[in-house]
């Protein structure tokens, strides 16, 4: 017969999943290794806390509530810092797809400056600011190359151009010229600012990780700072 002691453990809450983790759901493994690790990371982060939550409702009468709430801050560690150091290369693995994509875009665009660009920029700078924008606008919509590269290549105070109108219209030029990388970006950049998005809430859930026990208030403090740093404010709890 199991030996029950005067202290055994009792039953710990759940604690509310980090929810933006969900986003993994609008993330396409197939475009590359840095969406993979994002989708993994989150899915699999999620995964874990789910998981973690059936072990902190569970009760073990063979052992006492000082040697459980052990288990969980030791689970809760190790549970912190796959999701800290994770975070940190998905990070990295995700910024160099989307450079790679970039990569590609830039290549099948190709708007490279020619020995003409200083005079075409000479002529627009000369243009009154109507002139210039509807000159801007007709070189984009016959895919003038040489000047667009002209333009696109220096800041607007060398061309005079609008940097609203420039971006705008590269931004168009590039989704026609190069359909599929452009489309692929937008899905790398989206992972990214998904990614960014779950920043606060990985925080708020690595400090209830250990909620019920000793050390809550000092991992709540310590996510707080960190999350500080990067100018997010943690709510309590």
Known sequence: MATTFATSPAALSPVELPGKLNYHHDINPELSSGMKAAKDFMSGTLEKAEGFNV????????????????????????????????????????????ANVEARLEAKVALTPTTNAGEIRSVFRAMKPAERSAALAAAFEAGDKEILAAVVSTPAFIHGCDPAQVAALRESYNRKVAYIEHLELEEHRKATRYLADCLAPLGGWKARLYRGTKDHAKKHAEQKAVLASYGIEMADG
């Open 55 to 98: 072990r902190r409702g569970m009760v073990d009468d063979r052992i006492t509530h000082g040697a459980n709430e052990h288990q969980i801050v030791l689970l809760a560690d190790k549970l912190s810092e796959a999701a800290s150091v994770g975070y940190e290369r998905v990070k990295g693995e995700l910024a160099a797809s989307t």
